[in-house]
């Protein structure tokens, strides 16, 4: 791991996105979100097998995967909590920024082909994704989304074989939604005939209220934009200065990305100078003329995706401290 993440706790690490040069972010300064030990599996061992509902079960090695038709694409992946700290009053768990989110060229399977390869039979609703570092560690998924031809099985990220520390040999990917949807070291998949209830869908990542009345799990992340550059603080020099940073959404591609640099009052349309799809994160730039007269000024960026939906300036508290996407405000002095 590149030594310049950020530690949260054991386990947890998080990427400064001002570290990010381009539109992917390199595997070692990825972030990092386990929720136990990376388990040691050999790629040569490794079997998936896929059970339950179907006219028959298989197990898959990493070859049987290989063999069936490949899909290359670039896609933002977002930890349910990322930038839980902004939340107040705080909520629990990792105080992360906006660190647990990063964007990368994936290779693999769509699950959809492993679907009807085994047969799955009439009556079925959740397929249920097994992760091979600890026997809890299943999360549901609506079989309409697992037949989705975005929702893939992964070996692959930014031309090298996926890290164990991201879930290789293999993970579930589930574009745009939280990260906890993209098992990693997946060894089981399970079709089943109810809405799965296990400890990651029932319990943890879910939507409460401040009564803590579960209203939903986790699932799209909501449409999103950070600065990543200047900082939180700079200090800038009068003239042209360049606003950049990145903007994603789990529903749609982004449309549009606006830039204030008075706080909320003025909005201007961003340049989109880099982007891979709908599924990928966009990088957005903003070239700035900074007045000669020294001062404080607030830098703000506000995203749209296709389907219309806005970055809002305020969001609902929730008891976990997820998907927190509200406009985020980048405090800079002009000397």
């Given at each position: 791991l590149?030594?310049?993440?950020i530690?949260?706790?054991?386990?947890?690490?998080?990427?400064?996105?001002?570290l990010?040069?381009?539109l992917t972010?390199?595997?070692?300064l990825?972030?990092?979100?386990?929720?136990?030990?990376v388990?040691a599996i050999?790629?040569?061992?490794?079997?998936?097998?896929?059970?339950?509902?179907?006219d028959?079960?298989l197990?898959l090695?990493?070859?049987?995967?290989?063999?069936?038709?490949?899909?290359?694409?670039?896609a933002?992946?977002e930890?349910?909590?990322?930038?839980?700290?902004?939340f107040?009053?705080?909520?629990?768990?990792?105080?992360?920024?906006?660190?647990a989110?990063?964007?990368?060229?994936?290779?693999?399977?769509?699950l959809?082909?492993?679907?009807n390869?085994?047969?799955?039979?009439?009556?079925?609703v959740d397929i249920?994704?097994?992760?091979?570092?600890f026997p809890?560690?299943?999360r549901?998924?609506p079989l309409?989304?697992?037949?989705?031809?975005?929702?893939?099985?992964v070996?692959?990220m930014n031309?090298?074989?996926?890290p164990?520390?991201?879930?290789?040999?293999?993970?579930?990917?589930?574009?745009?939604w939280?990260?906890?949807?993209?098992?990693?070291?997946?060894?089981?998949?399970?079709?089943?005939?109810?809405?799965?209830?296990?400890?990651f869908n029932?319990?943890s990542?879910?939507?409460?209220?401040?009564?803590?009345?579960?209203?939903?799990?986790?699932?799209e992340m909501?449409?999103?934009?950070?600065i990543?550059?200047?900082?939180?603080?700079?200090?800038?020099?009068?003239?042209s200065?360049?606003?950049?940073?990145?903007?994603?959404?789990?529903?749609?591609?982004?449309?549009?990305?606006?830039?204030s640099?008075?706080?909320g009052?003025?909005?201007?349309e961003?340049?989109?100078?880099?982007?891979?799809?709908?599924?990928?994160?966009?990088?957005?730039?903003?070239?700035?003329?900074a007045?000669p007269?020294?001062?404080?000024?607030?830098?703000?960026?506000?995203?749209t995706?296709?389907?219309?939906?806005?970055?809002?300036y305020?969001?609902?508290?929730n008891?976990?401290?997820y998907?927190?996407?509200?406009?985020f405000?980048?405090?800079?002095?002009?000397?």
């Amino acid at each position: 791991l590149d030594p310049r993440l950020i530690m949260y706790d054991p386990g947890n690490y998080g990427t400064p996105l001002e570290l990010v040069d381009g539109l992917t972010v390199p595997n070692d300064l990825f972030f990092v979100r386990n929720n136990g030990p990376v388990p040691a599996i050999s790629p040569d061992e490794w079997r998936l097998l896929v059970t339950g509902l179907v006219d028959k079960q298989l197990e898959l090695s990493l070859a049987d995967l290989k063999g069936m038709p490949q899909q290359t694409f670039t896609a933002f992946l977002e930890c349910s909590g990322n930038s839980r700290r902004f939340f107040q009053p705080n909520a629990s768990a990792t105080q992360w920024g906006n660190t647990a989110v990063g964007n990368a060229e994936w290779v693999g399977i769509r699950l959809a082909d492993v679907l009807n390869t085994v047969g799955v039979q009439d009556g079925a609703v959740d397929i249920v994704s097994q992760g091979g570092d600890f026997p809890e560690m299943q999360r549901g998924l609506p079989l309409g989304t697992a037949l989705a031809p975005d929702t893939m099985l992964v070996w692959q990220m930014n031309g090298e074989d996926l890290p164990p520390v991201h879930g290789g040999p293999v993970r579930l990917f589930v574009s745009g939604w939280g990260g906890i949807a993209s098992t990693k070291w997946l060894v089981g998949i399970e079709v089943i005939d109810h809405v799965f209830d296990g400890h990651f869908n029932s319990e943890s990542y879910v939507i409460t209220t401040e009564h803590e009345q579960i209203v939903r799990p986790v699932r799209e992340m909501p449409v999103k934009s950070v600065i990543s550059t200047p900082a939180v603080g700079a200090q800038l020099s009068a003239g042209s200065q360049t606003i950049a940073g990145y903007a994603w959404s789990g529903y749609s591609g982004i449309d549009l990305v606006e830039v204030s640099t008075d706080g909320g009052r003025n909005w201007a349309e961003a340049e989109i100078t880099e982007e891979a799809g709908r599924l990928s994160w966009v990088r957005f730039e903003y070239v700035w003329e900074a007045a000669p007269t020294p001062g404080a000024a607030q830098l703000q960026s506000r995203a749209t995706d296709e389907l219309g939906l806005t970055q809002p300036y305020e969001v609902a508290w929730n008891a976990k401290g997820y998907q927190y996407n509200a406009i985020f405000e980048v405090p800079v002095t002009v000397q």
